[in-house]
Structures are given as C-alpha cells and as structure tokens.
C-alpha cells in the first residue's frame, strides 16, 4: 500500500513515522475553494471533460512533486508521503524505492534551487533518486533557468539584453554561492586569477547606461507592463545585491570565484551536477495531463498543437544554451516556467485554451504560484489548472507563518483520481470524476 491509500505505515526508522505523523489520515471529495479562480467552475468542467471518450488518464501513477527549492528534508519526505521511497538509514539519501515508486512515475515540477536551507543537498538527494534508475521526470523551474541564465551571462559578449541577468538572480541565489565557496573553495587559493573587486563587480551588475537602453531594447519583445517590472524589479535587485552578499560573509570576489566554480559544477559534463540542467524538460504530457512549472501562453499552445511535445522539449534544449539569452528568457518558451498569469506575462486567451484542448491537452499540473492549503484546482480561460506548490521548503513556510515540516504530493491515477496530500490540510483532497459512493473515508479504510 502506498501513503496515498493513507494506510498508516510503519518502520523501523522514527524519521519515517515523524513524517506520516503529519500527514491527514481521513479524505474527502476535492473541497470548495473560494480563493481560487472559477473554482466551482473547473471541478465541473473537469468532471465533464473526465468523463468524454476522448479524455485519457496517465497509464502509469504520477507523482508530482514541486518547488522543493533547495530542501532536501522536504523533498524525501514528501517522496516519503506519497510511498515511493523508504529509508534504509537516518541521513538524507539514505532510502531506497518501494515497489510503488518502481511503477510510478515521478515528475519534478522545477525550482529545485534557491532560498533553501541546502541547494547541493537537494541537489544530491535528486541524482540518488536517478541512481536508484526510478523513472524521474525534471522539469525547468524559473529559480533553475535564472541560475543558468546568469551564469551564461559571465561569459558572453554583454549585451543590453543579458548583462543584468547575474544580478537577477537576486538575494535567494546568494545561500547557493555561499555553499559552493564553502564547499568546494574555502580551503584552497580561490583569489588566484580572480579580478579585484571593482573588476568583479563591473563583471556582475549592468552598467547605468542599461536602465536606460532596456526598455528600448525590449520594445516588441514585452509587454510595456513587463517592460516596466523588469526595470523597477532590477532596481531594487543591483541596488541591495551586494549588501546581501556582504551579510552572508561574501565578498564580491568570492561570489565571483563562486560564480566560476558552479560554472565548472552545472556546465561541465564532468561536474558533480552536470546532469542537472541536461536532463531537465519543459513540458511532460501524460494522458490528457501536461505536466509544467508555470503555465502556458498562446503561443506555446500552437507550437504543442502543430508541432508536438518533443519538439517542444528539444527547441527549449537547443535555444537553452545556444541563442541569445535575451530572446530565449523572454520569449514563450521561458514563459512556460514563468508566467502566472499577469499583466506583464506573455497572454492565455480562450482562443490559445481552445488551441491547447484541440491538441488533447485538458489539464494543466504546475507548480510555481505556492499554496497554503494544499493543492487546489482552477480555471482560467477554460483550461483546467491544478495548481500543486505547496510550500515546502522550510525558509518560506517560516517567513509565510506556516508550522511543522513542509511535506506532501499529487498524485493522478486513473484508479485513484485526483489526489492532493499536504501536511497542511486536515484531509486529503480526492477528486475522481463520475465516481459515485463514500464522500469520505479513515486511515483504516481500504484504500481511497
């Protein structure tokens, strides 16, 4: 039995149990929400599209987990919660696969990095779940591609359209440079070839003249409203960037040194996580179900309807590392793993929604708007959203007063439905389309 069916578990590890200890042990039908967007409207919208011929549910289980951003603790345990792993050992990356997680399917929905506490733990706790060869999918998070970006921009000719994207990253990258240099450069002559501190930080921000040319620049490629964020969002970014770096015990050199050593760690084949950014895909269709970190736009919508998923996934692999950073970060491919729906975001109409359901895409499952009661399901421009950041990295439950351990998973199973586990909600939420009998169900029930 899986902690999906929440048949309570138990083992020989106390960490184990502290984790089902805070999982709901009862379930109930998908719950009303009203600070969801046509919330009543989508749950009957996904009950009439569930229940057509043409509606496909994934052939295997899917678990979906996302925006752990750089906490390994919550990571396992929420790969823990939905049954696809159990502990063979007290530390991190120390478990193995239930006979669940070899049948399941689990889809990473981005932002693996960022805020934290440990960006290379979860990192390393990722490539131990590769290892164990389970059946993984990474999706591209905007927090992932902002490192990225960033650090492509150290090495190229540094346009008007790129040199403010190292300081993009902003302060939450900044823990992620603090445990390289600490890691991997502490003990070792790092200052050696680094330029002095002017030079670097000539290196990393954008000059004055870039607030001025950028939005002329972007004339045509963002909306005035993007245009408009972008130059108020980097102004606050280049003037508190270096403060923050001083109150992490860095300098501007050593977050440059930093900067060179992840280079080294991401972009190298040979590096511990050069296989992070090569095995990360932007979309993942399973059934009826595309699978992304943020969102789609009119524009992805047609190049999925004409052109398929593959393709989808290998123009954001080629232009990921080979075009200009400008138009690929703004562009819609990016706008998959960063929209949310916004003024300044690349538009969904209805027309680009009946475009996406025309090419058999009835659902999308993402991560990046974060919850805090759980998943929750909506509609937007009649294209169904389950939208399934639930919080979980330590660091933001406690700026956004959330207690305990993040933890949780959604899983969609053509037995089980739809269902929403999350520490934070007294039950979890199923949702099974045309299903009739119990509206709710005990930890001592059969199954859900």
């Given at each position: 039995?899986?902690?999906?069916?929440?048949?309570?578990?138990?083992?020989?590890?106390?960490?184990?149990?502290?984790?089902?200890?805070?999982?709901?042990?009862?379930?109930?039908?998908?719950?009303?929400?009203?600070?969801?967007v046509?919330?009543?409207?989508?749950?009957?919208?996904?009950?009439?599209?569930?229940?057509?011929?043409?509606?496909?549910?994934?052939?295997?289980?899917?678990v979906?987990?996302?925006?752990?951003?750089?906490?390994?603790?919550?990571?396992?345990?929420?790969?823990?919660?939905?049954?696809?792993?159990?502990?063979?050992?007290?530390?991190?990356?120390?478990?193995?696969?239930?006979?669940?997680?070899?049948?399941?399917?689990?889809?990473?929905?981005?932002?693996?990095?960022?805020?934290?506490?440990?960006?290379?733990?979860?990192?390393?706790?990722?490539?131990?779940?590769?290892?164990?060869?389970a059946?993984?999918?990474?999706?591209?998070?905007?927090?992932?591609?902002?490192?990225?970006?960033?650090?492509?921009?150290?090495?190229?000719?540094?346009?008007?359209?790129?040199?403010?994207?190292?300081?993009?990253?902003?302060?939450k990258?900044?823990?992620?440079?603090?445990?390289?240099?600490?890691?991997?450069?502490?003990?070792?002559?790092?200052?050696?070839?680094?330029?002095?501190e002017?030079?670097?930080?000539?290196?990393?921000?954008?000059?004055?003249?870039?607030?001025?040319?950028?939005?002329?620049?972007?004339?045509?490629?963002?909306?005035?409203?993007?245009i408009?964020?972008?130059?108020?969002?980097?102004?606050?970014?280049?003037?508190?960037?270096?403060?923050?770096?001083?109150?992490?015990?860095?300098?501007?050199?050593?977050?440059?040194?930093?900067?060179?050593?992840?280079?080294?760690?991401?972009?190298?084949p040979?590096?511990?996580f050069?296989?992070?950014?090569?095995?990360?895909?932007?979309?993942?269709?399973?059934?009826?179900?595309?699978f992304?970190?943020?969102?789609?736009?009119?524009?992805?919508?047609?190049?999925?309807?004409?052109?398929?998923?593959?393709?989808?996934?290998?123009?954001?692999?080629?232009?990921?590392?080979?075009?200009?950073?400008?138009?690929?970060?703004?562009?819609?491919?990016?706008?998959?793993?960063?929209?949310?729906?916004?003024?300044?975001?690349?538009?969904?109409?209805?027309?680009?929604?009946?475009?996406?359901?025309?090419?058999?895409?009835?659902?999308?499952?993402?991560?990046?708007?974060?919850?805090?009661?759980?998943?929750?399901?909506?509609?937007?421009?009649?294209?169904?959203?389950?939208?399934?950041?639930?919080?979980?990295?330590a660091?933001?439950?406690?700026?956004?007063?959330?207690?305990?351990?993040?933890?949780?998973?959604?899983?969609?199973?053509?037995?089980?439905?739809?269902?929403?586990?999350?520490?934070?909600?007294?039950?979890?939420?199923?949702?099974?389309p045309?299903?009739?009998?119990?509206?709710?169900?005990?930890?001592?029930?059969?199954?859900?």
């Amino acid at each position: 039995m899986t902690a999906f069916n929440l048949i309570p578990q138990v083992s020989r590890h106390s960490y184990h149990n502290a984790v089902l200890s805070q999982l709901p042990t009862e379930w109930a039908p998908w719950p009303d929400d009203p600070t969801s967007v046509n919330h009543d409207d989508a749950l009957a919208a996904f009950q009439r599209r569930a229940q057509k011929k043409r509606f496909n549910w994934p052939a295997k289980p899917v678990v979906f987990i996302s925006d752990a951003h750089a906490d390994a603790e919550a990571f396992e345990a929420s790969l823990l919660a939905a049954g696809v792993i159990e502990r063979d050992g007290v530390q991190l990356c120390e478990y193995e696969l239930t006979r669940f997680g070899k049948q399941a399917e689990i889809i990473v929905g981005g932002d693996c990095l960022d805020k934290g506490p440990s960006n290379l733990m979860l990192l390393r706790s990722l490539a131990h779940l590769y290892r164990l060869k389970a059946n993984v999918t990474l999706l591209a998070g905007n927090h992932d591609l902002r490192l990225l970006m960033g650090l492509l921009s150290l090495k190229r000719d540094t346009d008007t359209g790129s040199q403010h994207l190292f300081v993009r990253m902003g302060k939450k990258v900044i823990p992620l440079f603090k445990e390289v240099f600490d890691q991997y450069l502490a003990d070792s002559q790092w200052d050696r070839d680094i330029p002095d501190e002017d030079a670097c930080r000539k290196a990393l921000f954008p000059s004055d003249a870039w607030f001025e040319n950028f939005p002329f620049y972007a004339a045509g490629f963002l909306t005035p409203e993007g245009i408009d964020r972008e130059i108020s969002k980097m102004r606050k970014k280049a003037e508190s960037f270096e403060s923050h770096c001083a109150k992490k015990g860095l300098s501007l050199q050593q977050v440059y040194a930093a900067a060179m050593k992840c280079r080294s760690l991401f972009l190298k084949p040979s590096g511990e996580f050069g296989w992070f950014f090569r095995r990360m895909q932007l979309v993942k269709k399973r059934g009826s179900f595309l699978f992304l970190h943020a969102g789609l736009d009119d524009n992805m919508a047609e190049l999925l309807a004409n052109h398929g998923i593959k393709h989808a996934n290998q123009a954001f692999k080629k232009n990921l590392m080979s075009q200009n950073l400008f138009s690929f970060y703004y562009g819609s491919l990016a706008n998959t793993f960063r929209t949310k729906y916004r003024k300044a975001d690349l538009p969904l109409t209805r027309h680009g929604a009946k475009v996406a359901r025309k090419a058999g895409i009835q659902v999308l499952v993402h991560g990046h708007i974060n919850q805090h009661a759980g998943q929750r399901v909506s509609l937007k421009n009649d294209l169904i959203h389950i939208e399934a950041d639930i919080t979980l990295d330590a660091n933001s439950r406690k700026s956004e007063g959330l207690e305990g351990m993040g933890v949780g998973a959604t899983l969609i199973d053509k037995k089980r439905g739809l269902v929403g586990l999350s520490g934070d909600y007294p039950v979890a939420k199923v949702f099974r389309p045309g299903r009739k009998g119990k509206r709710t169900g005990k930890a001592s029930s059969p199954g859900i």
